[in-house]
């Protein structure tokens, strides 16, 4: 890793930090592990995770923000990531930032997504300004679309599409798509 930004984000049980050479080797076996990438096209090699560290690196250096690292303090230093992504591809919601996860299998069911997320939402319309976050899965990873429901993400409009990215007739091409606004975000702070 060339570059390195300094930035952290503090809940009251987790950590949203900068990425390190050493987060590499697990977040390898993260996108290696089936069940963490059962709703992706598929697992990662290890040269395939590091270059997503690197378009990572790049997509933080060019906005200054992106998916952090999630660390439980005094448990677990590299848990997976959260954060936000400007969405890679042309669509009718797009341009848009995202909102993502991705979670050690042993932290799940702990409400580590959830809280960290908030985080990231925070930081979006409160640092970042943003009017709206989207959030985007397959409709069969519900553990993901809960997570969007308990953010207060509501259907965007479209609600569902097919993901460009993937070719017609793959068994993951369609996606729901929900959003969460500037001013959903502060009438559920009041
Ligand atoms: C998607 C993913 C991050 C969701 O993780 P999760 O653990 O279900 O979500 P949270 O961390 O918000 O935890 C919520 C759960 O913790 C429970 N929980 C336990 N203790 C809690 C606490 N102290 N506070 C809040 N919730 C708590 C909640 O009740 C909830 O349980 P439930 O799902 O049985 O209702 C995880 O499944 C994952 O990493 N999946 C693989 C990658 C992936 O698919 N990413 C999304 C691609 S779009």
Do not use: C
Request: proline share 7%.
């Amino acid at each position: 890793m060339t570059q390195t930004i300094d930035f952290s984000l503090h809940g009251e049980r987790v950590l949203l930090r900068s990425w390190r050479a050493s987060d590499l080797a697990p977040f390898a076996a993260l996108n290696a592990d089936a069940d963490v990438m059962r709703h992706f096209p598929s697992r990662l090699t290890r040269e395939e995770s590091d270059a997503l560290v690197m378009r990572i690196q790049t997509h933080f250096i060019k906005y200054g923000f992106g998916p952090w690292v999630l660390e439980i303090p005094g448990q677990i230093e590299f848990g997976g990531f959260v954060g936000l992504l400007h969405v890679s591809f042309d669509a009718p919601f797009t341009p848009a930032v995202e909102i993502g996860w991705r979670l050690l299998p042993q932290l799940w069911g702990k409400g580590y997504a959830t809280e960290a997320a908030q985080l990231a939402l925070r930081y979006a319309f409160e640092s970042l300004h943003l009017k709206r976050v989207v959030s985007f899965t397959a409709p069969a990873n519900l553990a993901s679309l809960a997570v969007m429901h308990r953010l207060g993400m509501q259907p965007a409009l479209p609600s569902e599409f097919q993901h460009p990215k993937l070719p017609p007739g793959h068994h993951l091409q369609l996606h729901k798509l929900f959003e969460i606004r500037l001013e959903e975000w502060l009438s559920r702070k009041a």
